[in-house]
Nanobody, 127 residues
Framework: VQLQAYGGGLVQPGASLTLSCVVS????????MAWFRQALGKEREFVAA????????YYGFSVKGRSTISRDNAKNAVYLQMNSLKAEDTAVYFC?????????????????????WGQGTLVTVSS
């Protein structure tokens, strides 16, 4: 299973950005999908997750209300739209795929629930 993330770049504070992640080599429609991020010198942080059928969506505290996660099972893709970007959103963003063995936020926000990871895409928020 391979994950390829796209859409990172340099954006100004207050701007919006949509990240994409395409999955190949697996049964995408069976996976829960998530975005995590890691800023320089910091631990990996949960950003957002979505269940296999889009019925459940979870957001990290730092992005809740500013971000939307969605997926298109026909295109094997998951998306993260982020609005009102701040300097503290600067990080490498990773997409992840897995079959969580539990439900709820405390499950989907754990890196342990995801077996497959992409290489990351860098988002830099700066004027």
């Amino acid at each position: 299973v391979q994950l390829q993330a796209y859409g990172g770049g340099l954006v100004q504070p207050g701007a919006s950005l949509t990240l994409s992640c395409v999955v190949s080599g697996g049964l995408f429609s069976s996976y829960g999908m998530a975005w995590f991020r890691q800023a320089l010198g910091k631990e990996r942080e949960f950003v957002a997750a979505i269940s296999w059928n889009s019925d459940a969506r979870y957001y990290g505290f730092s992005v809740k209300g500013r971000s939307t996660i969605s997926r298109d099972n026909a295109k094997n893709a998951v998306y993260l739209q982020m609005n009102s970007l701040k300097a503290e959103d600067t990080a490498v963003y990773f997409c992840a795929a897995g079959r969580p063995t539990c439900s709820g936020y405390e499950c989907y926000d754990s890196t342990w629930e995801y077996s497959y990871w992409g290489q990351g895409t860098l988002v830099t928020v700066s004027s």
